[in-house]
């Protein structure tokens, strides 16, 4: 019964720990996009960002990330078989890729606080692309495990990454028209 209860623990906390991470980029962007006001507007944006930052930070996203690690741990605990299965360590290679994209963004936004980033926001919305092909290489690992066929789990990725790349440029263009008409 344990381990259904870190299972659901698991669950809850990766969905809040992704919230907080496609969540967070948004805020760099429209803080990186906000160095483009005036000096005093820009000044205003950039004390509220920080807090908007800081408080999504360190009360979500960060507790809901160690969250999810620990009822994994006990779920490997629990059930150490897991272990020796291959997709898991597949799954635990992501895992660890989605940890390090959690601390790469943690920088970032220390970068902004200082405004000393020098993110632009096209190259910032497709960072938080990475936490999507991330999040779908976790998802189908899991429910494929052993019946996944890596080559086209890898050329999903590839497409799906390409897409969201193709979009993101794509809405940089529609924006700029957008702005061109406005003026």
């Not at 291959?86 to 601390?103: A, S």
């Not at 779908?136 to 969201?164: D, E, M, P, R």
Request: aromatic share 14%; hydrophobic share 55%.
């Amino acid at each position: 019964m344990i381990y259904l209860y870190a299972k659901a623990v698991h669950i809850i906390f990766v969905v809040c720990w992704m919230a907080g991470l496609f969540y967070i980029v948004r805020l760099f962007i429209y803080h990186t996009e906000a160095k483009s006001r005036p000096a005093e507007e820009y000044g205003i944006l950039h004390r509220q960002f920080t807090v908007m930052e800081s408080k999504l930070w360190w009360i979500i996203t960060t507790p809901a990330m160690y969250l999810t690690v620990v009822a994994a741990l006990v779920m490997l605990y629990m059930n150490p078989g897991l272990l020796k299965m291959g997709w898991m360590h597949v799954k635990l290679t992501f895992v660890l890729g989605l940890i390090l994209y959690h601390f790469s963004c943690q920088r970032i936004m220390f970068q902004l606080q200082s405004e000393s980033s020098n993110w632009s926001s096209t190259k910032l919305r497709l960072w938080n692309e990475l936490a999507t092909v991330l999040l779908f290489a976790i998802v189908f690992t899991v429910v494929l495990k052993s019946a996944l066929n890596w080559i086209f789990g890898v050329l999903g990725l590839l497409i799906l990454s390409i897409a969201l790349m193709m979009a993101v440029k794509l809405y940089k263009k529609y924006r700029n028209k957008s702005v061109g008409r406005k003026r």
